[in-house]
Antibody, heavy 115, light 107 residues
Framework: QVQLQESGPGLVKPSETLSLTCTVS????????WSWIRQPPGKGLEWIAY???????NYNPSLKSRVTISVDTSKSQFSLKLKSATAADTALYYC?????????WGQGTLVTVSS | EIVLTQSPATLSLSPGERATLSCRAS??????LAWYQQKPGQAPRLLIY???NRATGIPARFSGSGSGTDFTLTISSLEPEDFAVYYC?????????FGQGTKLEIK
């Protein structure tokens, strides 16, 4: 079955780069869109970015200047980099399948931005 | 940017009752609206896509309706496992975004 697993540091210092990886199993990563979505503690969902096979990417305009999404098909992984992190970037970060209508999600990884 | 406003913020009902959740868009999203359920400590789960289509494995007690700017998620008879937070999400206009959520709690 389709499974997604986020990984990366749980603590990032302010002004540093937040880096996360999502490992996909059970399906060809090349055949679908993949997204990152985040949820600050106790708050709602915010879509960050999506990627399709390195050919197509799109970013939330509110984060576009700081975010890069990439995919490594050989490892069946896609990644997120968010530079110049601040406390406002503290959130549960999810990876999910799709650019909308997200039908499979990882369990989420909490990233805290703090010194 | 389209704003999705969900109401009510909190809905208190008992098992067996009917739940009606609303999502209103600041401009038309056609039928490009989805609903998600999120339980504490879990990732969101896709319930409804394109306003009225149930996702795979979703029970028939969940139904979606609406088009344009006004949408409704209905749970015909609440089961104990249905108490959660529900989000709507539009994919009509960029950037795709979510509503702020409705918490469905046990009365």
């Amino acid at each position: 079955q389709v499974q997604l697993q986020e990984s990366g540091p749980g603590l990032v210092k302010p002004s540093e780069t937040l880096s996360l990886t999502c490992t996909v199993s059970g399906v060809s990563i090349s055949s679908y869109y993949w997204s990152w979505i985040r949820q600050p503690p106790g708050k709602g969902l915010e879509w960050i970015a999506y990627i399709y096979n390195s050919e197509s990417t799109n970013y939330n305009p509110s984060l576009k200047s700081r975010v890069t999404i990439s995919v490594d098909t050989s490892k069946s992984q896609f990644s997120l980099k968010l530079k110049s992190a601040t406390a406002a970037d503290t959130a549960l970060y999810y990876c999910a399948r799709g650019c909308s209508d997200f039908d499979y999600w990882g369990q989420g990884t909490l990233v805290t931005v703090s010194s | 940017e389209i704003v999705l406003t969900q109401s009510p913020a909190t809905l208190s009902l008992s098992p067996g009752e009917r739940a009606t959740l609303s999502c209103r868009a600041s401009q038309s999203v056609s039928s490009y609206l989805a609903w998600y359920q999120q339980k504490p400590g879990q990732a969101p789960r896709l319930l409804i896509y394109d306003a009225s289509n149930r996702a795979t494995g979703i029970p028939a007690r969940f139904s979606g309706s609406g088009s344009g700017t006004d949408f409704t998620l209905t749970i015909s008879s609440l089961e104990p496992e249905d108490f959660a937070v529900y989000y709507c999400h539009q994919r009509s206009n960029w950037p795709y975004n979510f509503g702020q959520g409705t918490k469905l709690e046990i009365k």
